[in-house]
């Protein structure tokens, strides 16, 4: 911990905060955790970034002059009369960026990493005092272990299970801001569940940059890889739907997959990401897998689980990518059939060994090729929600819809469902679908609440 030059706009205590979040669901976890911090050492949420004496800017640095967004957003912060809030910058920039935040926006008071941020009390108080402070720490004592117990929480809710990757994708920074592969314990996992569905939650997505990757001992003290503890939360009271994201291929076990088969609260939804249906990206991309392992993967899924839905993550215009290489990603597209997916152009990322290979393809290719690799996932994905018409489905009522008398809720397929009901947020309830666009769903009630 560092502490950097004084900044004289800042000498009181905030007392109103609002957490902006970006990118992935993890990120999304760590700003309900700050949050949760925040309120539990004294401070009130505030409804908007005007109303906030502190706002913390979650960033995310995945993709995409992740960078420059965040400094145009710091540069917004400033108000009508001048004055500007306490700022704080967390999340994935914080880390890949570090001290030299500070320096470049003279409005920032608090720079502070993914793995550090359970010291935020201590790092506001330093900065209520003029100081400027940066925390990018990998500290050996887990933020988890001093963070607030969960509080409210609507019907489906984040919990990370596992942080870090030993992957390294020759494309991708989190094995540099996320640190190291790390499971949390057994019985912390177990807790944390137990206070969500005590606080509301009806579903709970189990979070990890590779969650099945996750390893731990249970009571007994038996190793345990994600399938033992997707059975033991399949035992607990009050939660009706697992789900977990996002995975590896080469981490995904067969005991795994069979869980796939036989616990009834696992939601038949496979994410799992290839990035690519080229043999050469692949190795070029250091996936160590290769496109027929993970097309096996996904058979076997299937055969344990007929009507799981699969969906991933592809990268188009990997450096080198020729049309021949991308024509291999539609295939595998075509092959696999996807629920859902997203898709991304490449974006090189400093610090990581693709952003200087040679041959990086040009923008108006990048352009062309995702067009084509959406319209194509787009189809697939009409198509898998019109499976669903004229039948009889569980659903989960997560919000308010646009119009009254509606909700917005989720499918087992995770597919966004409006449902025609009076009927409370967290009720699950079954529908007939009556509608399937390529985004969402539409249905009527068809008898009340189920489990
Ligand atoms: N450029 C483009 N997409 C990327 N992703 C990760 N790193 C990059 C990058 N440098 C995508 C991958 C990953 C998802 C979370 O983001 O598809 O699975
Ligand atoms: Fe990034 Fe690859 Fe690790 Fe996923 S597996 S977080 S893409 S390095």
Redesign the pocket.
């Known amino acids: 911990m560092a502490g950097m030059t004084a900044n004289p706009d800042q000498t009181a205590s905030p007392k109103r905060y609002f957490v902006k979040s970006y990118g ?1 669901q993890m990120n999304a976890y760590d700003g309900e955790r700050m949050g949760e911090l925040l309120g539990s050492s004294g401070m009130e949420a505030a409804g908007s970034v005007d109303e906030a004496d502190l706002v913390l800017l979650n960033t995310c640095h ?2 995409e002059r992740a960078v420059d967004k965040v400094y145009s957003e710091i540069g917004r912060m400033r108000r009508e009369d001048g004055s500007s809030p306490m700022l704080a910058v967390a999340g994935c920039v914080a880390q890949a960026e570090g001290a030299e935040i500070g320096r470049r926006a003279r409005e920032v008071d608090i720079v502070v990493g993914p793995q550090a941020y359970h010291r935020l009390p201590e790092l506001i108080a330093r900065a209520a005092k003029g100081e400027r402070v940066i925390d990018t720490d990998m500290p050996l004592e887990s933020k988890f272990d001093v963070l607030p117990k969960r509080q409210r929480q609507g019907p489906s809710a984040f919990l990370t299970v596992q942080e870090g990757c030993d992957k390294f994708c020759t ?2 920074v989190v094995p540099y801001t996320r640190g190291a592969e790390v499971s949390r314990p057994w019985a912390a996992v177990m807790d944390e569940a137990r206070a969500l569905i005590d606080a509301g939650a009806k579903e709970i997505t189990l979070l990890g940059q590779n969650v099945n990757a996750w390893t731990g001992t249970d009571e007994t003290g038996r190793e345990q890889g994600l399938d033992g503890l997707i059975r033991a939360l399949d035992r607990l009271d009050g939660l009706a739907r697992i789900r977990y994201t996002t995975s590896h291929p080469m981490d995904m076990t067969e005991g795994l997959i069979r869980a796939h088969g036989d616990v009834e609260k696992l939601m038949p939804f496979l994410h799992l ?1 290839v ?1 690519s249906g080229s043999e050469r990206i692949l190795r070029a991309m250091n996936r160590s897998h290769d496109r027929d392992t993970y097309v096996r993967i996904i058979e076997r899924a299937r055969a344990v689980r007929p009507d799981i839905a699969v969906s991933g ?3 188009v215009g990997f450096p080198g990518e020729t049309d021949r290489d991308f024509e291999d990603s539609l295939q595998i597209i075509r092959d696999v059939d996807y629920a859902m997916a997203f898709s ?4 090189p ?1 400093p610090g990581t060994p693709a952003a200087t290979m040679g041959d990086q393809i040009a923008d108006e290719v990048m352009t062309e090729r995702l067009r084509l690799l959406q319209e194509l996932l787009n189809v697939q994905q009409h198509r898998f929600n019109q499976t669903t018409l004229g039948r009889r489905i569980p659903i989960l009522l997560e919000r308010p819809g646009k119009k009254p008398g509606q909700k917005i809720g989720k499918s087992p397929w995770l597919q966004s469902v409006v449902v025609d009901t009076d009927l409370p947020v967290g009720a699950l309830v079954e529908v007939d679908i009556t509608s399937a666009g390529p985004n969402s769903l539409g249905a009527t009630l068809a008898m009340e609440e189920a489990a």
């Open positions: 992935c995945i993709r494309y991708c990401p990035q993550d592809f990268i991304f152009k490449y974006s990322r």
